[in-house]
């Protein structure tokens, strides 16, 4: 079964700080899906990719197949990104495998 | 709607009875996903519906937990027997395509909350 991990654990930073949360797999996979899940506990798709990357508005996600590998990437934070961001990943043959995830605050 | 629909939102049921949670897809999705979160930890894998058929049911923790799907739209999961340890929120997502083979992002339900007393 593959083993996720997220650092950091939890983040605060300031408004309009660039924000980093990285995750990493132990075994080969074919596609990696980024979530965030708001405090109310909505979870929201917000990247699937299984190779280079992806830009959606200030988020950029980008994947790292050979270092196994990926980050998710947050311009200009603004407090109402504060949520949960979630990495899972899945291969053929086994569904997803969620990550821990990575509590991120940001402060106005 | 047009999203992910669960219903009920939120079960109260005592240990030993039987409980049944129910999702709705988005039309159209043909792949539909049911993952569980207990309080404090990740999301968990349950099972995995392509059509009306489950290719993965690796995921469900006993034999008291059973899902089904009819029309290739609606699903059920029933827990017989509850325990407290069952206490979760339990997710329902749907996607156009089976993710894995296809790409298509997942789209999650506001679940449903159960407490086992």
């Known amino acids: 079964k593959n083993e996720v991990e997220q650092s950091p654990q939890n983040l605060t930073a300031q408004e309009g700080e660039f924000i980093t949360i990285n995750c990493s797999y132990s075994?080969?996979?074919?596609?990696l899906h980024w979530l965030q899940q708001h405090p109310g506990g909505g979870i929201v798709s917000l990247f699937m990719?299984?190779?280079g990357k992806k830009k959606h508005g200030r988020l950029i996600a980008t994947i790292n197949i050979q270092e196994k590998h990926s980050s998710l990437h947050i311009t200009a934070s603004h407090p109402r990104d504060s949520a949960v961001y979630i990495c899972?990943?899945?291969?053929?043959?086994?569904?997803?495998?969620f990550g821990p995830g990575t509590r991120l605050s940001v402060l106005p | 709607g047009a999203g992910v629909s669960q219903s009920p939102s939120n079960k109260v049921t005592e240990k030993g009875k039987d409980v049944e949670l129910r999702c709705d897809p988005i039309?159209?999705?043909?792949?539909l996903y049911w993952y569980r979160q207990s309080l404090g930890q990740g999301l968990e894998f349950l099972i995995y519906?392509?059509?009306?058929?489950?290719?993965?049911k690796s995921g469900l923790p006993s034999d008291r937990f059973s899902a089904e799907r009819t029309g290739g739209s609606v699903s059920t999961l029933t827990i017989q027997r509850t325990q407290q340890e069952d206490s979760a929120v339990y997710l329902c997502?749907?996607?156009?395509?089976?993710?894995?083979?296809?790409?298509?992002?997942?789209?999650f339900g506001d679940g449903t909350r159960l407490s086992i007393l």
């Open positions: 899972a990943v899945g291969s053929y043959g086994q569904n997803f495998v």
């Open positions: 039309s159209g999705h043909t792949a």
């Open positions: 075994v080969g996979i074919s596609a």
């Open positions: 519906f392509q059509g009306n058929s489950a290719p993965d």
């Open positions: 990719l299984s190779s």
């Open positions: 997502a749907s996607s156009l395509g089976d993710s894995l083979y296809s790409n298509q992002p997942q789209h």
